[in-house]
């Protein structure tokens, strides 16, 4: 240790903190000596002003301290002078370093010395340092200078100092005794440190260790198990500190049985992720190297299923996730404000790494790592309300899809700091290499297209394959959406990205990847001189606006054009693919209808909200820091609907000139006849090259598509045949529906569903939007070849062909159910699901997708997933149901079969039995009326013999018999009051007039008066009327027994009549005094 001391005595003055006794010395020599004295005004200021090669330490130096070993820790000083001096020595050998020197003397020599050093002494020293932060510090700034792989090969050496090498301590385990090796004590050595008898009876085998680093360790394992068993979130603090004090010298063993925890436990990711935060730079180092360590194992990454990924690969995703939330830090933070952090550089480098080797799923991390730290959200499983918001403004956007984030939903502060940070990971990059963002962004989109071809890196399983392809391609929108965030201007943004040509022909992307890459750039693209139709191609497209000349038409259209063979463009023009592909919604189309709903939805809100502000304000005793909040939200309501009502102007004026553009350009996109030659091809070629491929691409991008073809229908584009391009589209809807991914499924359920809208929306002239988009269009040419001057489809046509198109597309998915493999059927509930609204709309597809569904849903052999998917569209079809109409409801000009005109009649005949039986009931109702009017005028002029009251009651009595189906009324000769009552008695057992068992309604009497009850076999007693007043009385529909009900009224003297046994005494209410009448079946009711 002396020769030591006095090395590092002699070098470290310059390099001492400043106000520190050996800066002072330097100090005050330097200024004896005429030096300028500055070593106390800035760390390290002595060496600033010093050659770099007069830092470097000589060979000497090293040689005392590797003797020294990591004992050197015994004395917390020294440890921390080597620490200093070697972080001098190391910045001095990478700024002499030079490219050839590398392999030979000089810096790179004396660099190698000092990383010996550190992975033979001081590493292993610091691990003697039990819980000391400052000195894991100082040796973290030793290590700083170095590249990652330097660091990282010296965490390994310094893991390998804690096994069974290297030691200085011999155990010996076992010793060789006629040539098989047997246990020292049981080998009948007295003594096996005793050479000479090692030497007669066998050769010797050792094994060396410090014992010390070996407690060090497994106390470092112990100490992480003990705070994993009782860490949760409710005590993070506690258990983050014993968690950072027992890493502090041992990151290595303690936090691989963290990671070793969380690969097994992913309940734990969020408590230990928080626990985190009193951990060191030199831990947060260690734990990047041990996650890329766990991550480059070999182990396999998908179950033994083969179809899905490991749970521990999922889990460390997750975790990698969440510690780029909280813990990445940027360059200027890790180095000047010396924060401790994860560098997320290190993690991303590794993926490019994979990636260039072919191995995808280690993307998964990538994904995580976007989604957490950016508050991204993966928009595949959208609500139709949601997708049309993807057409609106970037505020549209984000609140339309905040319900999507969940756990992932981050401030906006919070959200901008965290693309701030992965921004700059992806720009510095590892030390000594080039940025990522290029080679991540090119990798990407390269495996994607090459999976489904790559027969190394795809399971045997089709599903496994579409799930790759489907991750890849999340993972690279995912990618694209947060470069776009992180550079918001078009400029920045193209200064990033390579050029069109260079996406296309040098890093060898897809031309839809390309342009779906450079789109933002392309976002102030300046309007194309068009002038009798011509092309003015030197007129300017893009302006760089960094000092570089601008892009013209003409460069731009060649570039584009060099994408294709020279057969393509005989069909479309450049022009045409180039604004097809540079356009998004936004630019197309205003969603009014969700700027209002949520504009509505704020202003609600925050009236909800200043209600409850005003009553608790006026209650005592209310919380001030619940109004504050409350007030806070409040305001962001308010000011969120004005960013819309802006949002919404910007928007409006933007696609008026859009559209303005567009009408200006759409003449020239297929009427240049020297170029465009083959005109039989345009729709396919459209379809090919610009229409399946961005379908593919996103929901939104889906709906896109549907809007351009429908502004080029709306705008009559010269040569571009609607009809055409509808019915080829439509009668490949099955193989489109098997060649997708299970995602991709969905998209294309989207784009069917906004194309079948906009069919449906013609074929029933809403708004009579037939008459001015379609009527005498070229586009509805019946015969492309002859352009604007053949024959138009009328509206007679147009529902022949939408009927037509509707039983094509109904057959292809039909047979797409009816299959036994996989992916056919996934794929054809994949579209149906979305399309339930427009697709079937008629009774006899629908009847036929259904039976195939429930076939599927009951077979057996059915995988589990299918049948919830099946079971899902059953109940949205059963809703849509009603929507349905028949064959001839859907196109009227189609003759209806014979059930549906049998149907038709029995459904007319229904309707003339109904109003037959309405009309004799008004009848009956009318005939009762005057019957019971006709009798108590009969009761009253009895005793004077008014004869002819009587004969009109018995008149009433037999018309009312008429209509009732018993035996005929035989009518008794009038005569005295006993024959009076001999009539009543034998009409009780006469069946009610209005129906069987006197269930029915009785007969309401006059206003004022209650009615006689019904006549039958316990039928009630008839209701009351309306009374003077014109107030509706109670009525009595009781079929039992009716004795002695009391009667409910509001004025005190009425009381009800008891009524016979036969019939029960009818109830009713006058509001004026006057009560109900009812007139009992058996005898006299009396009168109330």
């Known amino acids: 240790f002396a020769p030591f001391s006095k090395l590092a005595d002699e070098s470290y003055g310059p390099v001492a903190p400043p106000g520190c006794g050996a800066a002072k010395r330097t100090a005050r020599e330097r200024k004896e000596n005429g030096a300028k004295d500055t070593a106390g005004d800035a760390p390290g200021s002595a060496c600033d002003q010093t050659a770099p090669d007069a830092n470097i330490l000589p060979s000497a130096f090293f040689e005392s301290l590797d003797a020294c070993g990591p004992y050197v820790a015994r004395s917390p000083g020294a440890f921390a002078r080597a620490c200093r001096l070697v972080k001098k020595h190391l910045e001095a050998c990478v700024a002499l370093a030079k490219p050839e020197d590398r392999d030979g003397d000089g810096a790179a020599e004396s660099q190698r010395l000092a990383e010996a050093s550190l992975g033979r002494t001081l590493l292993p020293g610091l691990s003697l340092l039990f819980s000391n932060a400052a000195a894991s510090n100082e040796a973290w700034q030793a290590m700083a200078p170095l590249p990652a792989t330097s660091r990282f090969r010296l965490y390994d050496e310094w893991r390998a100092c804690y096994d069974e090498e290297g030691g200085d301590v011999c155990v010996f385990t076992s010793v060789v005794v006629g040539g098989d090796f047997v246990d020292a004590e049981d080998g009948g050595l007295d003594d096996p440190g005793d050479g000479q008898n090692l030497t007669e009876k066998g050769a010797k085998r050792v094994t060396p260790r410090r014992p010390s680093l070996v407690a060090a360790k497994l106390s470092a394992i112990a100490g992480s198990r003990a705070v994993m068993r009782r860490i949760s979130k409710d005590n993070v603090r506690e258990f983050g500190r014993k968690l950072a004090k027992n890493a502090h010298a041992n990151p290595l063993p303690a936090l691989l049985t963290v990671v070793a925890q969380v690969e097994a436990y992913t309940n734990m990711i969020a408590p230990v992720t928080d626990a985190f935060k009193y951990l060191t730079n030199l831990s947060f180092d260690v734990l990047v190297f041990l996650i890329i360590e766990k991550l480059s194992e070999g182990r396999t990454k998908l179950k033994e299923d083969g179809q899905n990924v490991s749970l521990w690969l999922n889990a460390l995703a997750v975790f990698c996730g969440h510690l780029a939330r909280k813990y990445a830090k940027d360059h200027h933070e890790r180095n000047i404000k010396q924060e401790a952090g994860i560098d997320l550089a290190l993690l991303l480098q590794h993926l490019v790494n994979t990636l260039t080797d072919g191995q995808s799923l280690d993307l998964l991390v990538l994904k995580e790592i976007i989604l957490r730290a950016t508050g991204a959200e993966a928009l595949e499983d959208l609500s139709d309300a949601q997708i049309d918001a993807m057409a609106g403004g970037g505020v549209l956007r984000e609140e339309a899809i905040s319900a999507l984030a969940g756990p992932n939903s981050l401030p906006a502060r919070t959200k901008a700091r965290g693309i701030a940070r992965l921004k700059d990971a992806l720009e510095r990059g590892v030390a000594s290499m080039e940025s990522l963002t290029v080679p991540l962004l090119v990798r990407i989109a390269k495996l994607r297209s090459q999976i489904a071809f790559d027969v190394s890196a795809t399971s045997k399983f089709l599903k496994r394959t579409s799930q790759l392809h489907d991750g890849l391609h999340e993972t690279f929108f995912l990618f694209c959406a947060f470069l776009e965030n992180a550079f918001p201007e078009p400029e920045e943004y193209a200064a990033t990205v390579p050029s069109l040509r260079d996406l296309v022909h040098k890093h060898g992307l897809e031309p839809q990847m390309a342009f779906h890459v450079y789109r933002p750039a392309l976002a102030k693209l300046k309007p194309v001189s068009v002038k009798d139709r011509t092309l003015d ?165 889906a709906t896109y598509v549907s809007f351009f073809v429908e502004k080029l229908q709306v705008l009559r584009t010269p040569w571009f045949s609607t009809i055409t391009y509808l019915n080829t589209l439509l009668g490949m809807m099955q193989a489109l529906s098997f060649s997708r991914t299970h995602y991709e499924a969905g998209r294309l359920g989207t784009f069917l569903k906004r194309t079948l809208e906009t069919l449906h929306r013609w074929k029933d002239d809403e708004d009579s939007c037939f008459e001015h988009e379609c009527s005498d269009s070229v586009g509805f040419a019946m015969r492309p070849s002859e352009g604007d001057s053949g024959k138009k489809a009328t509206r007679e046509e147009l529902y022949k062909l939408a009927h037509k198109w509707h039983i094509r597309c109904g057959k292809a998915f039909i047979n797409a159910l009816e299959q036994s493999e996989y992916v056919p059927l996934r794929n054809a509930l994949a579209v149906l699901t979305r399309v339930t609204g427009v697709f079937p709309k008629t009774f006899r597809v629908g009847a036929h997708i259904v039976r195939a569904t429930e076939k599927i849903q009951k077979n057996e052999s059915t995988t589990g997933d299918l049948k919830t998917v099946a079971s899902r569209y059953l109940a949205m079809l059963s809703k849509a149901k009603p929507g349905w109409v028949t064959d001839h409801g859907f196109n009227p ?196």
């Open 893 to 1088: 000009h189609h003759p209806p079969d014979a059930k549906e005109t049998e149907a038709i009649v029995l459904k007319e005949k229904k309707e003339a039995e109904r109003l037959a039986k309405l009309k004799g009931s008004a009848i009956v109702r009318e005939a009762q009326k005057e019957k019971a009017t006709v009798g108590r005028d009969a009761k009253n002029a009895n005793a004077g013999g008014n004869t002819q009251a009587t004969q009109k009651a018995e008149k009433l009595n037999v018309q009312a018999t008429e209509f009732t189906p018993t035996k005929a009324h035989v009518p008794s000769p009038v005569g005295n009051d006993s024959r009076i009552t001999q009539d009543k008695r034998s009409d009780v057992r006469d069946r009610n007039v209005r129906g069987d068992d006197g269930r029915d309604r009785n007969v309401r009497g006059g206003d004022g008066t209650g009615g006689r009850g019904g006549r039958g076999d316990g039928g009630g007693g008839g209701g009351g009327g309306r009374d003077t007043n014109g107030k509706r009385r109670r009525e009595d529909d009781d079929g039992e027994r009716n004795d002695a009900k009391r009667f409910r009224s509001d004025d005190p003297v009425g009381v009800a009549d008891r009524g016979g046994r036969t019939g029960g005494g009818g109830r009713g209410r006058g509001e004026t005094g006057r009560n109900g009448r009812g007139d009992g079946g058996r005898g006299d009711g009396g009168r109330g």
């Open 537 to 701: 191609r030197n007129s300017v497209a893009l302006d760089s606006g960094n000092g570089e000349p601008p892009t013209t038409w003409g460069t731009l259209l060649d570039d584009t054009q060099s994408m294709f063979p020279a057969e393509v463009w005989q069909g479309i023009s450049p022009l045409m693919y180039l604004r097809f592909w540079s356009l998004t919604s936004y630019d197309l189309v205003v969603p009014t209808g969700r700027y209002e709903a949520e504009t509505q939805r704020c202003r609600t809100g925050a009236e909800v909200l200043d209600k409850e502000i005003r009553k608790e304000t006026s209650t005592a005793g209310y919380s001030a820091d619940a109004i504050r909040l409350k007030r806070k939200e409040r305001d962001r309501l308010v000011d969120l609907a004005k960013t819309f009502e802006s949002e919404l102007a910007t928007q409006t004026k933007h696609v008026y000139a859009t559209l303005k553009r567009l009408k200006t350009e759409c003449g020239v996109y297929l009427s240049d006849n020297s170029t465009i030659t083959n005109r039989a091809s345009t729709v396919s070629v459209f379809l090919q090259t610009c229409v399946l491929p961005r379908v593919a691409l996103s929901h939104a991008d």
